[in-house]
């Protein structure tokens, strides 16, 4: 059966394909912090009323938003879209798709004086809507080139700090139960005293939802330096940490609340990611893999029979 893995572009490839209709939404919320105010606007406007702008030349929207034709075609190109009438394509698509009876969004904002049923509510939209935006923001060819490049990696280093580490701390566990050498690194000094060991064929990954954590950006740099394949996982796709990245894989952006922090949301989308990967390599390793997993549970299954502990 053909999977999202099948075909795989070059390891480096940095190509983007313009995201789908249902993608525009996420793809604003995740880009719009990093943008002039200017082109804030104009995505505001498309992703507020996808239909009315849709109806509008470059000319009319930027009379709309108070902006400029040129700044229009940058925010245009910004979302991932050639030029304005791929864009405008998108927002007619995208007005169709919620012209289709998808019930209203609800808030997920998180009172002080919530019922405890209503703060479960509202994190599961929230986590829902993260992971759709996550899934929807994803560029499948450089998740196919991320891959492929793990699955053939001789050591993999995983760097993060915070919520992140623990992130890439989840992914050095699967990788490891199905055979390949990966280590997460927590302290900042020892992840770059392992980058100065990587080379041609080994990988780093680095997981930042900031997309300018030093302490992530400086190993990934040493690695990337060293030739290594490198790979950002980030909620900011033109944050530092893409400079040293052969491979950007997006995550949406958190919704930071009062109760709770970033941190929270943006390891939701992060995790989806790293299962991306995880489930990815497996497939391509699978017959490796599959034995490696097998042999990883009997070797831990007296550890969950409490009638024949050791």
Avoid: W
Wanted: glycine share 6%; with cysteine.
């Amino acid at each position: 059966m053909k999977d999202i893995f099948s075909t795989l572009p070059p390891t480096g490839s940095r190509g983007h394909t313009p995201p789908a209709p249902a993608a525009l939404a996420a793809k604003v919320r995740t880009l719009a912090p990093s943008m002039t105010r200017s082109m804030q606007r104009v995505a505001e406007a498309v992703a507020e009323d996808p239909a009315g702008c849709a109806a509008l030349t470059v000319t009319g929207l930027a009379e709309l938003t108070g902006t400029s034709e040129a700044t229009v075609v940058r925010t245009a190109r910004i979302l991932g879209y050639p030029g304005y009438r791929d864009l405008r394509l998108a927002l007619a698509g995208l007005a169709a798709h919620q012209q289709s009876g998808r019930s209203p969004s609800v808030t997920a904002d998180i009172a002080v004086d919530d019922p405890i049923s209503e703060v479960v509510a509202k994190l599961a939209y929230d986590e829902q809507q993260t992971l759709a935006d996550t899934a929807a923001g994803l560029d499948v060819s450089q998740l196919s080139a991320s891959v492929a490049a793990l699955a053939t990696a001789r050591r993999i280093d995983i760097y993060g700090v915070g919520a992140s580490c623990l992130v890439g701390m989840d992914l050095a566990q699967k990788l490891l139960r199905i055979g390949l050498v990966a280590h997460a690194h927590a302290d900042p000094h020892l992840a770059i005293t392992n980058a100065v060991q990587l080379r041609s064929g080994d990988v780093a990954l680095a997981i930042t939802h900031s997309g300018s954590t030093s302490d992530v950006i400086e190993p990934l740099r040493v690695a990337f330096d060293r030739g290594a394949t490198t790979i950002a996982v980030t909620g900011r796709p033109d944050g530092p940490v893409t400079q040293y990245a052969d491979q950007v894989l997006t995550t949406s952006t958190a919704r930071e609340s009062e109760l709770r922090p970033a941190a929270m949301s943006s390891r939701t989308g992060q995790l989806l990611v790293v299962d991306c990967l995880f489930i990815g390599v497996a497939q391509r390793t699978y017959d490796t893999a599959a034995p490696a997993l097998a042999a990883s549970y009997e070797a831990l299954a007296h550890r969950h029979n409490h009638r024949n502990p050791r």
